[in-house]
């Protein structure tokens, strides 16, 4: 069980140095000057994308403890 955790934060955390822009926003922000526009929209499109995730792993995280707890009487 150790294993799967430490396996789960590697996987969690190997996205934070992520660069992502879409063919438009790239054309745009490449013939700008300073590169601060570039970097925020990049930042806003990895925190767009990670927040999908982490709600599905709640809720499959909410849905495993609810089928595998013990049912006290």
Not at 23 to 38: D, K, N, P, Y
């Amino acid at each position: 069980m150790k294993y799967r955790i430490a396996i789960f934060f590697l996987f969690f955390f190997s996205f934070l140095e992520t660069h992502a822009q879409c063919a438009m926003c790239r054309a745009v922000l490449e013939s700008e000057e300073g590169q601060t526009a570039a970097e925020g929209i990049n930042d806003g499109i990895v925190y767009l994308m990670a927040i999908p995730y982490i709600l599905v792993a709640g809720m499959a995280y909410f849905i495993y403890r609810k089928y595998n707890t013990v049912k006290k009487k």
